[in-house]
T-cell receptor
Framework: GDSVTQMEGPVTLSEEAFLTINCTYT??????LFWYVQYPGEGLQLLLK?????DKGSNKGFEATYRKETTSFHLEKGSVQVSDSAVYFC???????????FGAGTILRVKS | KAGVTQTPRYLIKTRGQQVTLSCSPI?????VSWYQQTPGQGLQFLFE???????NKGNFPGRFSGRQFSNSRSEMNVSTLELGDSALYLC???????????FGQGTRLTVV
């Protein structure tokens, strides 16, 4: 079945460090891919998305590239801030419908 | 523009009772999806409604049901509550099929 696997956390970084959170997927067809972020006590916020192979999604310094050959959508940021501390979810949406399939989530902690 | 509104934010129920959660989507959005978030199982899809019709359903027992009204507001109901139903229930609204999902802050259900 369709699934998303992302690296386990927590990931603990110092401020201004480089961030990578790995995400791979299994899906039939051509899914759209997403990164969502969840702050404590909140719902999910869309961080970035990519709808086809080789698309790069970017927002607030975060980037991810849809790699169909490796079925991956890794999240990167060049310099993290304490305010980036949150839980990050990788997700896919199949071609028809609005159902999202989520990875387990990765806790990011950034220390000052 | 108002976001997705979920009510109530917090709920405590006793085993065996039933509960109804409400979701008001963004004005003009016709699709509503529901997700259950638990520490053990992560984010799991419950169901999706579009224009009052259930389009997709996740792998949950029949105790979980939902509906959507003509104004796109949606409710989900859980009957005969079990301790394992304790979770954060998230609602997401989308303009139509294959469009961005916007999440509410969720309803935190505790079953005692």
């Amino acid at each position: 079945g369709d699934s998303v696997t992302q690296m386990e956390g927590p990931v603990t970084l110092s401020e201004e460090a480089f961030l990578t959170i790995n995400c791979t997927y299994t899906a039939t067809g051509y899914p759209s891919l997403f990164w969502y972020v969840q702050y404590p006590g909140e719902g999910l916020q869309l961080l970035l998305k990519a709808t086809k192979a080789d698309d790069k999604g970017s927002n607030k310094g975060f980037e991810a590239t849809y790699r169909k050959e490796t079925t991956s959508f890794h999240l990167e940021k060049g310099s993290v801030q304490v305010s980036d501390s949150a839980v990050y979810f990788c997700a896919l949406r199949l071609e028809y419908g609005n159902k999202l399939v989520f990875g387990a989530g990765t806790i990011l902690r950034v220390k000052s | 523009k108002a976001g997705v509104t979920q009510t109530p934010r917090y709920l405590i129920k006793t085993r065996g009772q039933q509960v109804t959660l409400s979701c008001s989507p963004i004005s003009g959005h016709r699709s509503v999806s529901w997700y259950q978030q638990t520490p053990g199982q992560g984010l799991q899809f419950l169901f999706e409604y579009f224009s009052e019709t259930q389009r997709n359903k996740g792998n949950f027992p029949g105790r979980f049901s939902g509906r959507q009204f003509s104004n796109s507001r949606s409710e989900m109901n859980v009957s005969t509550l079990e301790l394992g139903d304790s979770a954060l229930y998230l609602c997401a609204s989308s303009y139509q099929v294959n469009t961005e999902a916007f999440f509410g802050q969720g309803t935190r259900l505790t079953v005692v």
